[in-house]
């Protein structure tokens, strides 16, 4: 970024005792790709703040802090009748369930398209694998909640749109990683069975798949914990689960009925949080 | 030996009752989670249902592209990029005060051995702050402030500030950890402050890895305030939610593709910023 401190001039052979004082560099350089950085940011964030109508003096007002007071006020006490809380229940197993079953789903499916997209071999000609990968980057970059959204038109109000929309984007996701995976696996023994005249899909069933099956584990795996919390807002939209109680409780003003809900989510996060980190505990060491 | 050289190799997969048996195995689990799902593929292909998503579809085709429509897009997308720039900024707020007072390696007591009781108690509520703020999803938070706030950015930009203050400050806090704390424990020990030995040692050791992560939140910022426009926040998501409402294809179609080219830019942007900090 900034040039080295020429010599300081003098007789050859006899170095300055001191290095002459240098002042710190000036804050703006037109070299500096740093600083054009630090600007954009700057220019950005401040931009920003001026183009939207954010309305602070609404926010930090006293009447809205009053009426922030009094709806927090309202989640106290919680609704804890029997007959809510089996309702809460089966909400959080069904948010559990999309989640799993999503996963799965998204596993199945993003191998199916990972094996299109990935360069299987040397001389393999992957045709289809600059099409396949434009596809699985249009999964991924469509986040969960509009698939959702989308998918309520084809498959109805209810947790199956949730679960084909967990499904559509993590199959994104899991597709890009999984090709991944197997064109890093060592080509080895599929070369091996190759040279056999094996075909292509024992190739892979028996070379290449049990190489990289526990790496697939455990990208799955780490996708199923992001899909828990993913799976428990989706219901906002309609989609089923934890996330549907609480949009129908809140629309109608039920506060101590949402306050449960938000527990019961926020217990099933904090519970998967820390059974994901045990394990990844237990796998490390 | 030799009679294992003569016995010609199996046939069939020796494995294949272990393989049969995990299969069912797992269908066997897989049966509840259908049931609590409701799985049922074929409503997919039922008369009435394909035919609403046959007209959907057909009317994606031609995508929006009337000259007003695109500077409405062209507007809103603005918004959602400011949205999720301006809430990045209020997150970095929250984050980086708790994050120096939850950093274990600026404790000038822990310097002889143990932490005192009063500073260990007090990390370890910030760091429960912390995870309190960012396990409950920007979603909820958002819905909690329209609330509050009414229908508008306020809403989505506070949703932000408040989950992403919570995530970069765990975060920040557990990157400042892992680096080798022999610097920022000399400037401690010789009488610096906990701000000087954090500017000296602390900061300069892991700058690039905070701006790294920094940046990767700021595309997922952007992802995110997509989404918090379904429940009223504003921007692209909003205009998304009333196209598909009144089943209008073609806008979904524009919005979809501008959407999904924003979230590749960011991307791509994200990825050039952190391979430049290395």
């Keep these: ?285 | 030996m030799t009679n294992a050289a003569t016995t010609p190799p199996p046939a069939r997969d020796p494995a294949w009752l272990g393989r049969l048996f995990w299969c069912g195995a797992a269908l066997v689990v897989l049966w509840p989670l259908m049931h609590a799902t409701e799985f049922r593929p074929w409503i997919l292909f039922e008369a009435k249902n394909l035919e609403v998503t046959g007209d959907f579809l057909a009317s994606f085709l031609p995508p929006a592209h009337s000259g007003e429509f695109l500077a409405m897009v062209a507007r809103e997308t603005w918004r959602t990029v400011a949205i999720a720039t301006a809430g990045l900024t209020l997150a970095l707020v929250i984050a980086v005060p708790l994050t120096l007072v939850a950093t274990s390696v600026l404790s000038v007591s822990a310097l002889p051995g143990r932490m005192a009781r009063g500073p260990f108690l007090l990390r370890q509520a910030v760091r429960w702050l912390l995870i309190v703020l960012r396990s409950v999803p920007e979603l909820v938070w958002a819905l909690v402030f329209v609330r509050v706030v009414g229908l508008g950015p306020t809403a989505g930009v506070l949703a932000i500030a408040l989950t992403y203050g919570g995530m970069l400050g765990k975060v920040y806090a557990e990157i400042l950890e892992s680096g080798e704390p022999h610097a920022t424990q000399t400037l401690l020990r010789n009488g610096g402050s906990r701000l000087q030995a954090f500017f000296f040692g602390l900061l300069p050791q892991n700058a690039a890895e905070l701006t790294s992560y920094t940046v990767y939140r700021w595309e997922c910022a952007i992802r995110s305030s997509v989404v918090l426009g379904f429940v009223g926040a504003g921007g692209l998501g909003q205009q998304m939610d009333n196209s598909m409402k009144m089943f209008n294809g073609g806008e979904v179609l524009t919005m979809l593709a501008v959407f999904v080219a924003l979230v590749a830019l960011a991307d791509r942007v994200s990825a050039g910023l952190r391979r430049a900090l290395g």
């Excluded at chain 1, 630090?38 to 703040?49: D, E, G, K, N, R």
């Excluded at chain 1, 003003?253 to 990844?280: E, N, P, Q, Y």
């Design chain 1, 1 to 285: 970024m900034h040039a080295e401190p020429t010599p300081p001039p003098g007789r050859p052979g006899q170095a300055a005792a001191n290095l002459p004082y240098r002042l710190p560099p000036r804050l703006f350089d037109a070299r500096c790709r740093a600083c054009w950085f630090s600007a954009a940011v700057l220019a950005l964030v401040v931009a920003s703040f001026a183009t939207l109508d954010l309305q602070w003096a609404q926010f930090f007002s006293l009447e809205a802090a009053r009426s922030m007071g009094r709806f927090l006020g309202e989640f106290f006490p919680p609704d804890l009748q029997p007959e809510f809380l089996r309702r809460v229940w089966i909400g959080t197993w069904e948010t559990l369930a999309m989640s799993a079953l999503g996963t799965a789903l998204a596993a199945v499916g993003g191998l199916a398209l990972a094996l299109p997209a990935s360069r299987l071999h040397e001389a393999d000609p992957a045709r289809g694998r600059a099409l396949t990968r434009l596809v699985l980057n249009a999964l991924r970059s469509v986040p969960e909640l509009v698939w959702a959204a989308l998918l309520l038109i084809a498959a109805g109000l209810g947790p199956f749109a949730g679960t084909l929309a967990l499904a559509f984007h993590t199959a994104g996701v899991l597709g890009r990683l999984f090709a991944e995976a197997i064109e890093n696996a060592p080509p080895g023994p599929g070369a091996a069975l190759r040279a056999q005249g094996v075909g292509k899909l024992r190739v892979f069933l028996y070379a290449t798949l049990p190489q990289v099956l526990p790496q697939l584990m455990s990208y799955t795996l780490y996708r199923w914990e992001n899909n828990i919390r993913a799976a428990a807002v989706l219901g906002v939209v309609g989609a089923g689960g934890l996330g549907q109680l609480l949009a129908f409780h809140m629309g109608l003003f039920h506060m101590g009925k949402t306050a449960t809900i938000l527990g019961a989510m926020l217990a099933l996060v904090a519970l998967v949080d820390a059974l994901s980190h045990v394990a990844r505990r237990r796998l490390t060491r």
